[in-house]
């Protein structure tokens, strides 16, 4: 069954490759980013089953319309992926309101807005199934992404809330939480801090540990969404690519051994 998708920050990187991934398995896409002059190829070669449009996700009355939109143009909606964002590389101390702001916008209140306009939608016809890109870096916090990595754990529980809440709708929440892909998320998707010196022996200890890591083709993550959303009973959470899921388990690891080392506090407390 030909089903259609809704997929936000469309035009780059993951968005791209979900977009890609979704025409070559016979579906009708939705695509919508800030910019989607990238898509211009797709759309010609889509024989109509590409359509592109301009959508901020930050300003919350054009989604809204952006999502009607995007509903009437193929008379409903089976798969909406909330993909757009951006990163804020810095120290905590580092980052001015206007940043934090502005990147919470992009990061979590976009989609939180994409989340409000599809449920009625979706409730309506009584089935669909929202996908929420996240990251492996959501399971905790790490230095020089502590904004990033807030951003997307509040991202996640939220969206832990929603599955919950829609579920009896017929609706199916997954979040995926990506490692690291070929993808223009550390260049066009960047903000950076003012670096204080202070934090300059960190930063050239942090700059040496992310030389070494690698990056991979987002079809590899595209190939597994598309796996995803086929099953009958999709996770409600999945790692993208092997070696963050591998940080992923170390990180749960180390903060459930931390847990247990202060159990006999914790339970002095009541």
Known sequence: MTRTWFITGASR???RAFTEAALAAGDRVVGV?????PLADLVAGSEGRLVAFPLDVADRQAVVAGVERAHAEFGGLDVVVNNAGGVLLGMVE???EEQARAHLDTNFFGALWVNQAVVPLLRAQGSGHVVQVSSMGSAGGFAATGLYSAGKAALDAMSEALAMEVERFGIKVTIVQP???RTELFTRGLAMTEENAAYAPLRAWLNDLWSES???????AASVLLRV????EPPKRVVLGGAAYGM???????????LAKWEHL???AG
């Open 266 to 268: 914790s339970r002095q």
């Open 13 to 15: 990187g993951l968005g």
């Open 33 to 37: 980013a800030r910019d989607i002059t």
């Open 214 to 220: 690698e990056d991979f083709d987002p079809a590899l």
């Open 94 to 96: 580092e980052v001015t």
């Open 248 to 258: 992923v388990e170390e990180m749960a690891r180390a903060r459930a051994a931390e």
């Open 229 to 232: 959303v086929d099953l009958p």
């Open 179 to 181: 490692g690291g892909y």
